[in-house]
């Protein structure tokens, strides 16, 4: 984690010195490229929005806790712990959603026990799917299922192997 | 992504109409609310990156950096287009760096550049080389771990590690699967395949 935190500042230090080398306007140079954000930022908004409201309405009506209930025995069957289930149905649509039932799982049954650590893997190896997509594609008429659908696959029979890791390793 | 849409939406629609009615408003406003706050500290961030990745554009450095994986990438997206590939490798490299917030300005503009040539596998191989992303160092999880109160927060660093490999191989065998089904022409066999998993191996020692 110190490496991380030294990479940063080490990262910005060695491109600028080596950017006034080459005789870059810095200053023109990067509030060129911040000026980027504004409209980026405008045309993913919609996309952003739409996936939010979707992932509130998910978990706050309490779909993502049928689906739970009605998952738990397959993921059973997987060798996927049910006391992380929710995570692993949470975590494609939201992050701020998953890490705050990985803090809860973390507080419930331990962060070294068994359940703890498959949460922390399934938590580490899965990604947002859908804000990605969201995100990425924003304003694209592609057709996204096939994409998302690779993506979601991935992930899930990535949960299944970390679960799978954490009892060998 | 309609039809994802659609099904999920009118599944918890129907679901509050027949659990809580009166919650239904205040959960969308709530998800619009997040989208509202979250666009702001990522206009932050897109201004700290946008700024960093243009002087790395300008100094020279990035087509520096992106020449060596230039024909592996050339592979693994099929794409000619100098520009997109190498807002794609950035995106690549951010992303292992475990940069926050780094990769999806630079994603979001390799994408759209894909998709004006009309390249559609490249987007969707980006995109899940993006929703499979290697996890060299999940420093979220160690931190969480570490304030539980965990004797060593770091062990799971090689199943994740591992986990994330796993995934990555799936996604990028699927995208190419599904390719191959939608126009079989483009793929020649088992070469093809055995490209496919060589040139990621390759394009993840960025």
């Not at chain 1, 910005?12 to 990067?30: M, Q």
């Not at chain 2, 300008?58 to 592996?72: A, D, E, F, H, N």
């Not at chain 2, 999940?138 to 995934?167: E, H, Q, Y």
């Amino acid at each position: 984690m110190n490496f991380v935190a030294l990479l940063i500042p080490a990262l910005f230090l060695a491109l600028f010195c080596y950017a006034l080398k080459k005789r870059v306007k810095l200053y023109d140079c990067f509030t060129e490229g911040a000026k980027q954000a504004v409209p980026l930022i405008l045309s993913i908004f919609p996309y952003l929005a739409a996936m939010l409201i979707l992932s509130e309405l998910f978990s706050a009506g309490g779909l993502s806790a049928i689906l739970t209930r009605f998952l738990t025995p397959f993921f059973e069957l997987l060798g996927i712990p049910p006391e992380i289930a929710p995570l692993v149905l949470i975590k494609p649509f939201s992050g701020s959603g998953s890490t705050a039932l990985l803090s809860e799982i973390f507080a419930a049954y331990g962060p070294d026990s068994y359940i703890g650590r498959c949460a922390a893997v399934a938590y580490g190896s899965g990604e947002t799917v859908f804000y990605i997509s969201a995100v990425y594609f924003a304003g694209s008429k592609k057709q996204l299922l096939l994409p998302i659908a690779a993506a979601l696959v991935a992930n899930f029979l990535g949960v299944v192997v970390g679960c799978l890791l954490c009892r060998i390793l | 992504m309609n039809a994802v849409f659609s099904v999920i939406f009118l599944a918890a629609c129907l679901l509050f109409l027949l659990t809580k009615p009166d919650g239904f408003l205040p959960a969308m406003l709530a998800g619009a609310e997040k989208a509202a706050v979250l666009a702001l500290s990522l206009l932050s961030v897109y201004c700290v990156w946008l700024g960093f990745f243009k002087v790395l554009e300008r100094s020279g450095l990035s087509q520096k950096l992106s020449r060596r994986v230039r024909p592996l990438a050339k592979r693994l997206f099929r794409s000619d287009d100098e520009a997109a590939l190498e807002l794609a490798c950035n995106n690549l490299s951010a992303n292992m760096l475990g940069l926050p917030g780094a990769p999806t300005p630079l994603g979001i503009r390799a994408t759209e550049a894909f998709l004006k040539r009309n390249n559609g596998y490249a987007a969707d191989m980006l995109f899940v080389l993006n929703a499979t992303s290697l996890q060299l160092l999940p420093t979220t999880v160690i931190a969480l771990r570490l304030s539980a109160g965990s004797a060593s927060p770091a062990d799971i660093f090689m199943p994740t590690l591992l986990a994330t490999l796993f995934t990555t191989l799936v996604g990028t065998f699927l995208v190419w699967l599904f390719a191959r089904f939608r126009s079989p022409n483009l793929g020649h066999g088992t070469k093809r395949r055995r490209l496919t998993v060589k040139k990621h191996g390759g394009s993840r020692n960025l």
